[in-house]
């Protein structure tokens, strides 16, 4: 094995780019290595390609791999290298000394029969179709489905509710027309973990939420509402939707909505 494996803090990255790069990390790797990818480790606002991260992305990305400035890194990739040679230069360019590429890179490592492994659960081929996702739009709601919402609760011609996860406070300071506040917190015990359905049931009830009939869900930006369309679920409603941009999107995009109704209004009097 060579010398740079017995380093007490040590990262190893396949820093493949092609078609099927993940996929074929996954199905042989070099020992304890991870993968790092360049379609993401990268200027995304810039329209020119892998053009070099702001330092704050390229932080957070060495935090999210566990890299710290004292560890040694080693870079390889099943090509010819050069995509090894551009991660080392990021790491340099950041200040990041200690990191050297795999002289070779997978095709020599494979060539002189030393040892790979799989990823678990990826220890036979796998196909794409094993990962192809569906977006469930009815698990998912717009800003304008929510403004006819809004409406449709109003009118009373619709049985499906509003709800707010935010505190008190939160919610008499503004909110989502129709929308009924359910704090989130209220659905959870002391240590964290969810009430039990008969508690969240009563809880609800007593909030003026009816899991028997349809639920939005929403907070501030879209994550404390998560924790009630999980406990809803949870509780037995299997019909439940989160409004992603939640009250951050709807304070600012409503006043739209409302200039407009009365930009379009026929005045009553004329002169």
């Not at 020992?31 to 020119?48: C, K, V, W």
Request: aromatic share 14%; with cysteine; hydrophobic share 35%.
């Amino acid at each position: 094995m060579l010398a740079f494996r017995s380093h007490p803090d040590l990262k190893i990255f396949d820093c493949s780019v092609m078609d099927g790069a993940l996929l074929s990390f996954h199905a042989d790797h070099l020992p304890d290595a991870s993968f790092i990818d360049l379609n993401y480790f990268r200027n995304m606002t810039n329209p020119y390609p892998f053009m070099l991260p702001g330092v704050q992305q390229f932080t957070d990305t060495m935090k999210l791999n566990g890299i710290k400035k004292s560890t040694r890194v080693v870079l390889y990739d099943k090509g010819n290298s050069y995509y090894a040679t551009r991660v080392y230069w990021m790491l340099r360019t950041y200040g990041h000394e200690n990191a050297s590429v795999l002289n070779g890179g997978f095709p020599k490592w494979k060539a002189e029969m030393r040892r790979t492994e799989s990823t678990e659960g990826f220890e036979q081929p796998i196909v794409d179709s094993e990962f192809e996702y569906a977006f469930k739009p009815e698990l998912y709601r717009y800003f304008e489905q929510i403004v006819q919402l809004s409406k449709d609760i109003k009118a009373k011609d619709t049985t499906e509710q509003l709800t707010d996860a935010r505190p008190k406070s939160s919610y008499d300071a503004g909110h989502i027309d129709e929308a009924i506040n359910l704090w989130w917190q209220e659905l959870q015990n002391a240590d964290h973990t969810v009430k039990s359905p008969a508690e969240i049931w009563a809880i609800a009830q007593a909030n003026g939420v009816d899991l028997t009939h349809p639920q939005t869900t929403s907070c501030q930006s879209g994550i404390t509402a998560t924790w009630l369309y999980a406990s809803f679920q949870h509780a037995g409603n299997q019909n439940t939707a989160v409004y992603d941009g939640s009250y951050n999107e709807y304070s600012q995009r409503i006043k739209n909505v409302t200039h407009e109704h009365h930009h379009n209004q026929t005045s009553t009097f004329l002169y």
